[in-house]
């Protein structure tokens, strides 16, 4: 892969076209995220992994309000924060240069770029960095991962950064 776009489109995830679908609405139902991003039902952790990523291939949000919706049902769940992790990354070269994709907990892989952009957001009173995924989603960076990148972010006046598909993404 040359180029940004064809790095974009292999990686991109499969995802419903659940704004296709015309679902009755369901209201709350007994599912919610963990602030570690893992899946409960009625309390209990659900830990098969491939439930979880169908569930996660009908998740959007909008308006802050978390759904899975099919074609028939649309019904609200709770996520505590963010209903992804980011748990490793790699560097992969593109003809602008080189472009940091990250990983989630589902084992997805996101390239840090305008389509997939880092944003900084508080969580229990502290800045950390979010990846903004599609369908109103996000992935919250791991402890770990974090501190591999301020390890190897380039400082500015601003801050500090990291270079990604050409494009500076600050950490703070």
Not at 127 to 140: D, I, K, N, Q, S
Request: with cysteine; aromatic share 10%.
């Amino acid at each position: 892969m040359n180029s940004l776009t064809d790095l974009v489109a292999a990686l991109k995830t499969p995802h419903a076209p659940t704004e296709k679908w015309q679902p009755s609405t369901c209201g709350l139902i007994d599912i919610s995220i963990d602030s570690q991003a893992k899946w409960h039902h009625q309390g209990s952790e659900i830990t098969r992994a491939g439930l979880v990523k169908l569930f996660a291939s009908v998740l959007s949000c909008k308006n802050g309000i978390y759904t899975l919706t099919t074609p028939s049902e649309q019904c609200v769940i709770d996520v505590q924060d963010a209903p992804f992790l980011i748990t490793a990354w790699y560097i992969h070269p593109v003809d602008i240069g080189s472009v940091i994709v990250c990983e989630d907990n589902l084992g997805r892989h996101w390239p840090l770029c305008e389509h997939f952009p880092l944003e900084i957001k508080q969580y229990k009173g502290q800045w950390v960095p979010y990846l903004m995924l599609p369908h109103g989603l996000t992935a919250r960076l791991q402890r770990n991962v974090y501190y591999q990148w301020a390890d190897i972010a380039e400082q500015d006046i601003q801050g500090a950064y990291l270079n990604s598909a050409n494009t500076r993404y600050y950490l703070t």
